[in-house]
């Protein structure tokens, strides 16, 4: 395995996070040209289901009557067909720019297709929902897809969060987003969600702490953005598409207390060997007095409620 590769990735990505242009340009590039995101219909088929079981678990709802959000889900519709899927209530999907394209269609029909009824039973609606992919099957375009569902895609910034009707959603999901937000715009999207979200709702996150460029290269741990001074880190990661934030899942947790969201569950079984072997004193400054429970929690995912 060739080491460093992550410092190869990120020279070639830096010219594209110089403007809003250039990030862009990498997303028409890499997801539209180049099919980056064509393992995305099935991993949303597999989170989704976990998003609802642990919301049920944690949260006891019944999804059949709730207004379902899904916040920034990404180029795949698989998380909106399997929302229409299990409620029959407003369906809101929120993008800081159209992730919308054709090319990812027929894995996002093939991949709820395979997963549409233990999805529904997962949910507690059974049998009783219409087979949703059958329906889709001539659908020709994305936009299709979002009216047939009955879809309301909202385009804009965090700011633009606040043009959304207060206590107009029941439940919120988002998988691997809330990493991408530095504290303060993090800080805003909760004051937001718990705007935005009815009182007693329930949220579901998924949050990817490790460092990202080791998806990449492995020849780096999982927390090796750790590793690196403010300042340096503030350097390396740059725009929308390197930027990570360093938090852990217990400033996550204080963050949502902060905004008015009682924490039901933070779990990171799955994921809690990754960081096996890493000694913290290996890490920078304030990092280095991580607890083995810190490390552990390599990636959480987070059911609140609504206060």
Known sequence: MIANRWRLKRM????????????DAYEWLTAVLLGTQKGMSLKWCYWFREHVVLCRRYGRIDFSEKRLWLFEPGWSLAPVILSRLITTQDLLVTEDFSRLAGRYVESALHEVGR????????AGAGNSTPSLP???????????????????YHLGDLLSLDRIEAASSDVCFSM?????????HLSYLLTQMHRILAPGAISSHIVDHRDHFWHFDKSIHCFHHLTFSDSAWDSIARGRHLYRNRLLERDYIRL????GFEVLAALHHLHRHDADGLEPQSLWGRFAELSPEDLEAAVSHFVVRRA
Not at 115 to 122: C, L, N
Not at 134 to 144: N, V
Not at 256 to 259: C, D, G, I, T
């Open 256 to 259: 949502f207390e902060e905004q």
């Open 176 to 184: 691997g987003r809330l990493e991408h937000f530095d504290r303060d």
């Open 12 to 23: 070639l990505m830096v010219p594209f996070a110089l403007t809003r242009f250039g990030e």
């Open 134 to 152: 059958d329906t889709l099957k001539e659908a020709a375009s994305p936009q299709k897809i979002l009216e047939l569902c009955q879809a309301r």
């Open 115 to 122: 997963v549409a009824e233990t999805t529904r039973r997962s």
